[in-house]
C-alpha cells in the first residue's frame, strides 16, 4: 500500500536551451497524514523542484507520485487544478502574493476560484485572518506588512480553501529567529488543530529539529531520514559520516567530471552546470563538517 504522499525514483530535467540541469536524481520519499516534516539541504539540491511536483505545479520527468494515497503521475490538467486548488495548499518560497490586492483580498483569491458563495467566503477569510492573527491588518496591502506578516498572510492563503496538505518553501527564509520560531509553532498549531499533513522546506537546523521528522537531500536524491528525538550524539556521527562519505563522493564525481571535459565528452554547458552543482555540494558539506567541529 502506498502511503498518504509517496514519490518514487522522480527525476527532473529541465531543459535550457541545450543546457540540461537534472534537478532530481531518483528522490524517493513517505509522509504519512498528520506528519510535519522538514526538508533540509544545500541550496539548488532540488528542494523547491520537489515541492512543486508534489503541489502539482510541475511534471516529473521520470518517477511516480502520490497524493492521499492517489496516483497523481499521470494527471490530467483538469485533475491537477483540482489538486493545487482543494487537496495541496502551497506557500511558496516567494510569497506569491497580489502586491495591489489587500490580504484580505490575498486570502479570498483562492476561493473565487472555486466559486465558493460570498456569504461563506467573508465568513472563511475573516476566520483564517484571525487565526494567522491578522484581524487588524486584513485592508493592507503586502507592501504595508512585515515580513512576518507577510508570511502569515501567505499562509491564510494557502488554507483558504480547506486543503488537507500544506507544503511551504522556506516559511521562516528572510525572518529573524523569533519571527522565525512564532510562524513555526504557528504551523505546528495548524498541524495539531487542524490535522494537516505538513511539509516544510527550511535551512535552519534548530526548526527542523521541531518537525516529526528531517529529510536531507543532497544533489536531487534524499540522503537521510531522521527522527528529531534520536539521541543527539548518535545523530552527530552518523550525520559527520555521511557527508565525509558524501564529501569524498562529490571529490570524486569532480576529477570524473574534469576528465570527462578534457576528453571532449561533454559539452561545456553540461560541465558547467554539473560543476557549479557539485561545487555547491562540497561547500555545503565542508561548511556543515566545520560546523560540526571537523
Ligand atoms: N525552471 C527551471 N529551469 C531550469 N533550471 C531550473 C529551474 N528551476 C530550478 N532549476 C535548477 O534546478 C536545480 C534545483 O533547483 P531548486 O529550485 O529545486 O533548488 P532548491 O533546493 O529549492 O534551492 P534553494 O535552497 O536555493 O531555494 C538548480 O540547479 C536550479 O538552477
Ligand atoms: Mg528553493
Redesign the pocket.
Known sequence: MVSYIETKDLVKI?K?GNVE?Q?LRGLSMKVEQGEVISIV??????????LNILGGLTKATAGRTWIEGKEITNATPGQLGYLRQRMVGHVF?TLNLIPTLTAYENVELPMLAIKMPASQRKKRVEELLNAVGLELRMKHKPDELSGGEKQRVAIAAALANDPPILIC??PTGDLDTDTGAKIVRFLLDINKEMGKTIIM?T?DPGIARLTDRIYR?MD?KIISIQKPSESEESNVQMMVQMYKDRLAETNAELEELQVLFNEKRISPEHFA?RWH?LKQTKKFLELELHRMGF
Do not use: C, F, R, W
Open positions: 529541465y535550457l540541469v534537478a539541504g544545500p541550496s539548488g539540491s532540488g528542494k523547491t523542484t520537489l518560497q518553501d522556506e522546506v535551512h537531500i536531487g552546470e552543482n
